[in-house]
């Protein structure tokens, strides 16, 4: 919330005299300048990943959807797998390491 009321009170120049009251005027606009570049990389690294975070939070029925058909998709191609293999093994064909599963739990 703090980030989100700093720009509003960094426009407002009206308290850069109280705390600098020896500064002119170009002084005071470079270091708004730096004060909105800090302000701009502290919401772009704290912003984006709090927003990830809580779209899990509130997004989590379309994520499990999304899980379930990627899940579907890779049995599908397993299963096609799983054919080219069995007919290969019928035909007497060398089946490559790669294709084999190393743990046969995996299935």
Do not use: W
Not at 10 to 35: G, R, W, Y
């Amino acid at each position: 919330m703090v980030i989100c009321c700093l720009p509003s009170i960094i426009a407002d120049f009206s308290f850069f005299p109280i705390v600098f009251p020896n500064q002119n005027p170009s002084n005071i606009d470079e270091m708004a300048e730096i004060v909105f570049a800090v302000a701009g990389k502290v919401s772009e690294y704290l912003v984006s990943p709090i927003g990830r975070q809580l779209s899990y939070l509130f997004c989590y029925r379309s994520h499990a959807e999304k899980l379930r058909n990627q899940v579907q998709k890779l049995r599908t191609a397993r299963n096609d797998q799983q054919i080219t293999v069995d007919e290969a093994t019928r035909k007497g064909d060398a089946i490559r390491p790669a294709v084999t599963p190393q743990n046969p739990r995996v299935r």
